[in-house]
């Protein structure tokens, strides 16, 4: 079957930086992207890697490595609006995406 | 990015009354959109893809009889939820793609059937 693993809870200090782990097995890979999500609201785009390596963008980066099944999502100067949720998706051979649970990030000032 | 307008954000409704939601992508031709419903401290689960002048196609475990999905235009999908009771509250999301990398969502309908 297909699975997305991720850490259902982090707790973090304000300004520190922070890595949010993503396992996958999943029929197929066409990119795994990472989204945020605040409660109450959809979630929004953060990241989308296909090819091993790190992606940066800001103060988030992403990390993926294929033959792992493994990606990380890398926060850093973290802030009191990075807490929410943050979901890691696969999509796979149909082009479907598939959804980890995601992990509620506290930031503790 | 394509802009994607979700209504209503809330409803409540009473049981055993049908609830309409309607996902308008602004600015982009979607052939396609999908259907996500989320419980509390769930993730996203995709209820059904949206396929613009043909039957939607559901996944599995997903009444189609009971969630009525129309997507007449490039611009517009429905999802209906009909003879709603309690245990199908929750908050229900579109999201259109607009490629194989990027999908935009709605914002989301938080319903309640009381």
């Known amino acids: 079957g297909q699975n997305i693993d991720q850490p259902t809870e982090m707790t973090a200090t304000e300004g520190a930086i922070v890595q949010i782990n993503c396992t996958y097995q999943?029929?197929?890979?066409?990119?795994l992207f990472w989204y945020q999500q605040h409660a109450g609201e959809a979630p929004t785009f953060l990241s989308y890697?296909?090819l091993d390596g790190l992606e940066e963008k800001g103060r988030f980066s992403s990390f993926l490595s294929r033959s792992k099944g493994y990606s990380y999502l890398l926060l850093k100067e973290l802030q009191m609006k990075d807490s929410a949720s943050y979901l890691c998706?696969?999509?796979?051979?149909?082009?479907?995406?598939?959804w980890g649970a995601g992990t509620k990030l506290i930031t503790k000032p | 990015g394509a802009v994607v307008s979700q209504h209503p954000s809330w409803v409540i409704c009473k049981s055993g009354t049908s609830v309409k939601i309607e996902c308008r992508s602004l600015?982009?031709?979607?052939?396609?959109m999908f259907w996500y419903r989320q419980f509390p401290k769930q993730s996203l689960m995709l209820m059904a893809t949206?396929?613009?002048?043909?039957?939607?196609?559901?996944e599995q475990g997903v009444e189609k009889d009971k969630f009525l999905i129309n997507h007449a235009s490039l611009t517009l999908s429905t999802l209906t939820v009909t003879s709603a009771h309690p245990e199908d509250s929750s908050f229900y999301i579109c999201?259109?793609?607009?490629?194989?990398?990027?999908?935009?969502f709605g914002q989301g309908t938080r319903l309640t059937v009381v």
């Open positions: 890697n296909v």
């Open positions: 999201s259109v793609p607009t490629g194989e990398t990027e999908a935009f």
């Open positions: 600015d982009f031709q979607a052939t396609t």
């Open positions: 949206s396929n613009e002048g043909s039957k939607a196609t559901y």
């Open positions: 998706a696969v999509m796979d051979s149909n082009y479907q995406l598939i």
């Open positions: 999943t029929s197929g890979f066409n990119g």
